[in-house]
């Protein structure tokens, strides 16, 4: 005689929605948006299907649908020319650049959406790596002062949560403490804790040509092979004074999502990047795989493991499929 039967919850849609034990929520998503700069321009990431760079006033009516659907959050990077770029990131602090006044219009316009920014030298370095680079070296210390400046910088727009995604070790207690002293004490910061030496950047890389000039990011950013170093830098984090708990990658991580979710109190975002995105995207095109099943199923897996917040260029088509 069987006396435990599991199926039994599962043999009617009622019944395996009454179980559910994860959901995922539009309130769950931070969107990333790309910038670039001029007017009336919208361009296609080649290499991520249906995203794309906006200019100030189109980005601006992306935000405002993506609201409509129930998007609140929101990430924009910057794609910066090439000649505003120099080895010290010197565009980062320009208020009449095109990254400052956009995000001063979009918290002007949007007072209630809440905006994230990037906190690393790359866009804006003409070496294209996340720190200060010098004699072929990515120093740490010296790269914090700008780290603190780009981040005050920031806040000065009116955005609600700074990401610092350089890996620069002491960054957190460093920009925490700058963003105090200037007054910006309810500006939050979401630490890219867990930032993994990844090949799932490069359609990241593609849409703001923000790829190192020469080597590679493995001096800072953090071994694949690595779980437990991940609580290690959590732990840091953590006493400088992040609110939020970052891994990227989130796909290959999982582990990682859940060893965090499990060690800190901490909010645990999951960066649903690039490559991860363009994957399912180019399987779907073939027709391997049914996207949309597939795109579910990963955000899905990221809330299992422990995630309460997703980055992800799923957001608005996932927001759209799910309307009610």
């Excluded at 100030?56 to 929101?74: H, Q, R, V, W």
């Excluded at 910066?80 to 918290?107: F, P, R, W």
């Excluded at 799932?200 to 437990?228: E, I, V």
Aim: aromatic share 8%.
């Amino acid at each position: 005689m069987i006396t435990h039967r599991p199926r039994r919850n599962r043999k009617s849609a009622a019944i395996r929605n009454m179980v559910q034990e994860n959901h995922v929520s539009v309130n769950d998503f931070i969107y990333p948006l790309f910038l670039i700069d001029g007017g009336n321009k919208k361009t296609e990431v080649s290499s991520m299907p249906g995203i794309f760079r906006w200019s100030p006033d189109l980005i601006l009516n992306e935000i405002e649908s993506c609201m409509k659907l129930g998007i609140t959050a929101f990430d924009v990077f910057p794609s910066i020319n090439d000649t505003l770029k120099d080895k010290t990131a010197t565009e980062s602090l320009n208020k009449n650049g095109v990254y400052l006044k956009t995000l001063t219009l979009i918290k002007k316009k949007f007072p209630e959406a809440c905006i994230m920014t990037d906190v690393a030298m790359d866009p804006y370095s003409s070496d294209g790596h996340d720190g200060l680079v010098e004699n072929g070296k990515i120093v740490n210390d010296k790269t914090l002062d700008i780290l603190a400046k780009m981040a005050v910088a920031q806040a000065d727009c009116g955005i609600d949560i700074i990401g610092p995604s350089d890996m620069m070790d002491g960054r957190v207690g460093f920009i925490r403490e700058a963003l105090d002293d200037a007054g910006h004490e309810e500006v939050s910061i979401m630490s890219y804790t867990a930032k993994y030496a990844s090949g799932f950047y490069n359609p990241f890389r593609d849409a703001l040509d923000s790829a190192p000039k020469f080597g590679d990011k493995k001096t800072y950013q953090m071994n694949p092979a690595n779980g437990r170093e991940a609580l290690i830098e959590a732990q840091l984090d953590t006493e400088e004074g992040a609110d939020f708990l970052m891994v990227k990658p989130a796909l290959s991580y999982l582990d990682v999502i859940k060893d965090l979710s499990t060690h800190f109190d901490l909010p645990i975002a999951a960066y649903n990047v690039s490559g991860e995105y363009s994957m399912v995207k180019a399987a779907a095109a073939k027709g391997w795989i049914d996207g949309e099943r597939v795109r579910d199923e990963i955000l899905l897996s990221m809330k299992r493991a422990g995630a309460s917040v997703i980055l992800s260029y799923f957001a608005k088509e996932w927001a759209l499929s799910n309307k009610k």
